[in-house]
């Protein structure tokens, strides 16, 4: 049956592209952003849908959409570029923004589902992270602005669960990318097409052996439209066990875009993981998932994107 649901970071990567898999469904959509990170031009093609509205609205900031029937949040800057230049802006959304919408889901007893990260596992000692393990994690270094923000709201998630009975679900999004990723918001993936489509040296940071594991958009939104259906309330790993070098990493996108460049090494930025891969066994038990696209193939398909997006 169609719902009435709320997105939070409706303008995000992320958040526009739960919006188009929820229309697909019929259900009827509010968007919400701020834009301080989010661009409209993510939603333009949604510009004639009648099943699809949108607010520029702060979640930190009160506010009521009316009567909803789910809530996603996904309000948040999410790219150490970004982060780190809004670090308290970060903190709030996920502290009083969380809590906002939480609220909204308990007044209307709304299903919920807040977008958490892999960066909940810090630099991980253990290896692949599974959900039950609990993390490495600077509370005060430099990336300590989104980690502990993410980890507040997982816990402020589960106690509006346990003491007011919310029907909450929490995924713990691993890296990922796709059209609409911003080109320049300092992630692997963007660095290195904007990099290799400019002719520029890809860079990367330290010798280039850290990992990590890259899920194509398509794979993780279906992933989390599973996960808002199921009736599991702990965090569930969401992205694609396949484990990748930095180096590695450059090297595929060389081939997809056949760039004809350099790779040069930079610093390792303080506290930035080394390993970085999903155990997704609890996805594949509960919701029957598993990602479908390769680390190519999902190069490939936004090869486009991202040709347009240096012209």
């Known amino acids: 049956m169609p719902q009435r649901i709320l997105v939070t970071g409706a303008a995000g990567f992320l958040g526009s592209h739960l919006c188009d898999a929820l229309l697909a469904k019929g259900n009827t959509v509010i968007g919400v952003d701020n834009l301080c990170t989010g661009n409209t031009n993510n939603l333009k093609h949604l510009a004639a849908e009648s099943k699809f509205s949108f607010i520029e609205q702060d979640i930190c900031n009160a506010f009521d959409p009316g009567k909803v029937d789910f809530i996603f949040n996904f309000a948040s800057p999410a790219s150490p570029i970004d982060y780190t230049r809004l670090g308290v802006e970060t903190l ?131 992933g989390i439209v599973l996960l808002a259906d199921s009736e599991e309330h702990l965090p569930v790993n969401i992205g694609n066990p396949d484990e990748w070098t930095i180096l590695e990493c450059a090297q595929e996108v060389l081939a997809v875009t056949g760039a004809k460049t350099e790779i040069i090494s930079k ?45």
């Not at 609890?282 to 486009?304: C, D, H």
């Open 92 to 222: 709030f959304v996920g502290s009083t923004g969380t809590i906002n919408t939480l609220d909204l889901a308990k007044k209307y007893d709304a299903g919920y589902l807040h977008a958490s990260t892999s960066e909940c596992y810090g630099d991980p000692l253990v290896h692949p992270q599974v959900e039950t393990y609990w993390g490495n994690v600077n509370p005060i270094g430099p990336r300590s602005v989104y980690d502990e923000a993410k980890r507040f709201s997982e816990a402020v998630v589960m106690a509006y669960h346990r003491y007011y009975g919310v029907n909450t679900h929490l995924v713990r999004i691993f890296n990922t990318y796709g059209p609409r990723l911003q080109v320049n918001d300092g992630r692997v993936i963007s660095n290195f097409m904007a990099q290799a489509l400019r002719g520029e040296p890809l860079t990367i940071y330290g010798d280039g052996s850290q990992t990590r594991s890259f899920c194509y958009v398509s794979d993780l939104i279906e």
């Open 267 to 311: 610093p390792l930025p303080q506290d930035d993981p080394t390993r970085r891969r999903p155990d997704i066994t609890k996805a594949k038990t509960l919701l029957g998932w598993e990602p479908k696209v390769s680390l190519r193939q999902g190069l490939e398909n936004s090869l486009q994107y991202f040709k347009d997006c240096v012209k």
